[in-house]
């Protein structure tokens, strides 16, 4: 029965509905409002919106009024379309009224039954003439709804199904809007995660968007965005590979840059890939700077072993591959270290000496040091360049040059790692007990390596590394490849040596020829000599013999007094040549006593002295205060000092100045005699120790063949250095005995 | 008249000798070689021999061996143009060793020397 006040009632409802539906954003929130409007005019037990899912044969309860006990039909949970009330609102787009449903016509009605619920009404929610879901309702008693409820509801219905529609497309935009921010998150994470800088720029090269590495990389205090790609980069319009990347609009670009970072070179590689938007305009470029510093140093590890064989190929010297060996640990990327220091093992006087060392010795000067390594790109350029300057002499040199510990000190690291042959990793040296504080002090040590070098299991020296300057630490990796590198500078530094003990036994081999030579061409001519001086000795001294006879008796006689004198003196002449041929052919065995050389050099002054002055000769004397007594024959040393200073006196017929020097020189006792007389031209300095040979219209040439024999004779050395017209040094060498030597060296 | 008896294989230095001796009042004998040096003296003792040493046959340190193991009272002055013969210590037993010189002066001094010391003994 319906009266005026029901449709009023109805009415009302329908305008407070429509009310809720429009004030609200999603109609679940709004729902039980709906449901309790609905019950002022329609008796239900049970209301629910129902909704096409997404599958197009399935059903979604979008929302329900009472919480049932059921497991089916719950809030939000899918259910099959098929045999549903909702199938058939779709299919005849109309509403249906079930009246009891214990007849179980659809499929959902033995669960509604089950819950008590006995009869049904579902009215369609249509949206653009699409059936989207229905609006529900239930009650316990059968034969509940009725056509005046189904125009009630298809007055509100249109409404419902917009604002449904409309929060499904609110949430679905909320939905994606979450996505999207987790995925702007993930990427940021992910960019922020990769250990390459990465950067977007536009075309006037600017940045407009970077990650943090990219400051990191390029040291820059601020964000990247809003800089100009040249300011970060520093690079030129030729090689920019953003500007390539641009002109192009497709492919990578790829640029390599070097830069300084905590005192370590760094390798930066940066590509550039072009980005086009939708149009298939290039208006953005991505740029990634990767850092490969870790790739070069791998690949310099392979080529340090190669670079280093190579120089040394060339080079035989063996300072030379000294330094080259320690150049290789302290430069490049492979080793790197700060500072090395080169210690070989005297097996004569079982110790280990420092050799050489390369690196800084302060920070100041390690500063200028790794600028001047910056210089050079790649480390065959800085071999070369330290084959070219020589060593440095630096400070760091000259104390490790200072530094020998006996083999047999088992305290001392060096000598530790020696005998133990194993490379050792000292990560604090003023507490480890295998330090001393000694060799600590003297080198600054902190953190250090020292590696054996080795040839045929043979401990033949030791590398000493650190990192004093940049205080990197020393990694086992490290401390790895520069035993390996150890293995091939302990050969080229044992094939150098080898090369050198070979040199010197060819010179030594060489003189001991040329003195061979010398003392069978004296021996020779000596025998030749002394025939002949006998033989012509005999008819000399009958001659001036009878001549001196012939003087005596023909006294009165002037003619023949005169003739016969010219007789007997030319005879003297002869015979005093024949002399000293006969000191020549038979020198005697030097009879060695112990003698003070400038004692000898003072009588040998002192009996020359009148002659010397007689022909304007001034001597200067400097004679050393510390000359040790030597073995000499001191006759035979003194023949060589008279012949030395007639041959000088012979060079300044017009005088001049003589100066004689004795001194200790390098383990030999050192006599010379400087004339400033005319000196001797190249081609005849090379013939003035042959005997017989002379320029000079008397004399016999035997005097510094006779000089040389002597000296020779006493393991000494006679050499002339001589400048024409300025005059002559002539040199004599004598060895200290072993016993003085010994003496000294104590 | 003291005799003295020169061993010398050079015909004019003999010669020389001959006369030069001659005339300080010396008897002087000659023997051109060793051998002839080693009968002389047997047969006839001198009072001083003057010795070369190289010279045809026997030489003169032989000579002298087999002369001082005879009769080792003869003085003997060797007089060569050798230095290096000083070296052989056969030389050493002689009583002087002069290197021949065109200059008498020396030899003459010695064979002087050697007879006063043989004088007084």
Redesign the interface.
Known sequence: MKTAETYELQRDVVDNIHRIIATSLDIKDTYANIAAELRKVIDFDRVSISLVGEKKDTAITYVISTTYNGQVLREGEPYPLKKSILERTIATGRPVIIEDTENKEFSTDAVLLQEGIRSRLSVPLRVKGNVIGSINLGSKRPNNFFAEHVHLLEQISPQLALAIENTILFRNIRKSEERLRWERDKLQYVVDALDIGICLMDRELNITWANKKISEIWNLHESAVGMACPVIFHCDDIICPARKAFERGEGRFHDIKVLTKDGRRRYIENVAIPIRDHDGDVKRVLLLSIDITDREKRIHQLSLLTQLGDALQYTLQLDKVFQLVLTCVTAGHALGFNRALLFLVNKEQDAICGKMAVGPSDPDEARRAWQEVSKYQTLEGLLKHVVEIGPLDSRLDIKTKLIAFSTSDEKETVVRCMREKIPLTIKDAHNDPRVTAEFRNALGLKEFVCVPLMVKSEVTGVIVADNLYTGEPITEEHAHILSMFAKSAALAIDNAETYKELEDKIRQLTETREKLLRSERLAAIGEMA?YV??EI?????????????IERLGANNEKISTSSKII?QE??RL?KILNSI?DFS?P?EPQKTKTQINKLMEDTLELTEGYLKEIGITVYKELGYDLPEVLVDPGQMKQVFLNLVKNAAESMPKGGTLNVRTCVENGSIKIDFADTGEGIPTEVTEKIFMPFFTTKSYGTGVGLALSQKIVDDHEGKLSVFSETGRGSIFSIRLPLGNDERGRKRG | MITILIVED?K??C??YR??LSEEGYSVEIARDGKEAVTMSKLNPPDLIVMDI?MPGMDGIEAMGKILGENNKIPIVINT????YK?NFMTWSADAYVV?????MELKKTIKTVLDKKKAS
């Open positions: 002394a001086a006998h000795r005999n008819p000399l001294t009958t001659i001036g013999g009878f001549a001196r006879s007997v005879v003297q015979e006969r038979k005697e | 050079d004019n230095q010669l020389l006369h030069e190289n143009a050798y230095s290096s070296d021949k010189s065109s200059d008498l």
